[in-house]
């Protein structure tokens, strides 16, 4: 939870997490519908799916216990990485295991004057190994390694390092050459730059004679661009008004996993990126979501009031408008997502939302969490729900769960802060157009 995420944040997150998962076993037991509500504005929403996967393993195969030493953490549970498996291992376990996360990063790259590019493997096996120099004789690894990471996240902080306050200053290579008064048996003599086969040269405009310096300073990769087609669909009975709108749960791992979405096309470029084809995109959801899809984006023709065999009731729906809302841009850490929004308005007869397509191809979430949806007027009814398979001309890339569901109940749903702008946006329109 703390991952890119300051404690006053996190702390109602986390006591309503324990409250609700008090063991593993609490955790396993449940579902990724439940953990993304608990998670719902954290970000970074596949952390939350992994934390379930690696408790659902550890209560599956393991007895419920994770594994007690970082070596097998790290390869059996999944979402535990290096530096999880020494913070829990040497925590929980007081095994003698290192951890390097950004702040003990800093600190090392500053205590030993390590100036070299901070993501390469030879650099992070320095600072591995430095990390593990301090707790190799440790009777007490879980406090060195916390004390680690607090001094280098209150002390030895990115911008304005308080080396006066620092108990490592005495040996701290990168005090010692930038501070031209500070002495101990430690210093050597001999431009340490100089001898380091590791260390790339120092910039001069970057010498400023701070700690600072250190680590070496890298052009922040640019994310790359995306501009995503959504496609903010709703249902509208012409005979009492209800107004249902079309979710569709993003698989279970990567990007946003597992959180509801509005139908989106992703990633269009050239000809699909025009208005025109833009004005079409909901025309081609459609066709793969519902079973009866309308007969097309601007036809004169009235929706075809022919009863279908499956539902002898039912009438096919029509599009009635498709308006441009604007654009949303979202920033993740490697992708600048623009979405182009668009609200399509689908007209029909009957009580009921247009029938989704069955399922082709199960999504297991999908099934599990088939829970009630309430209707406009409150009353509990099963949410349709269907699964889409990948077809050929499936603009929605991978198995997904799809289901309609209620104004009211739009953003008590599991969407991300990206999907909730778009929806603001939409919103916006209503009272433009109303
Ligand atoms: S002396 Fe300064 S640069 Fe060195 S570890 Fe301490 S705070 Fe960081």
Redesign the pocket.
Known sequence: MLQQTQVATVIPYYNKWMAKFPTIRDLAASDIETVNSLWKGLGYYSRAARLLSGAQKAVKELHGRLPDNAKDMEAEIPGVGRYSAGAICSIAYNQCVPVLDGNVHR?LS??TALHAQPKSKRTLDILWAGAESFIEQSKRPGDINQALIELGST??TVRD???SD?P??LW?K??QKTQPNASHPSAVDADIEDLCLVCDPMPSDEDDGS?TIYPMKTARKKPREELDSVNVIEWRSINNGDRWFLLVRRPQGGLLAGLHEFPTVPNLTGAKASSSDMAKVPYRLLQELLMHPPHSLHSEKEPSKKPTNSNPSYHVPKITHVTPAGDVVHVFSHIKKTYRVQWVLLEGEGDEPPQLRPAVSPDQGARENGNCVKNPKGKQRPSKRSEVSEAEVNPIPQTLSVQWVPLTQVEDTNIGTGVLKVWKLVEKLWTITR
Do not use: E, K
């Open positions: 600190l500053r205590f002390v030895c390092p308080v080396c620092c490592l200053r701290c990168g005090y700690v």
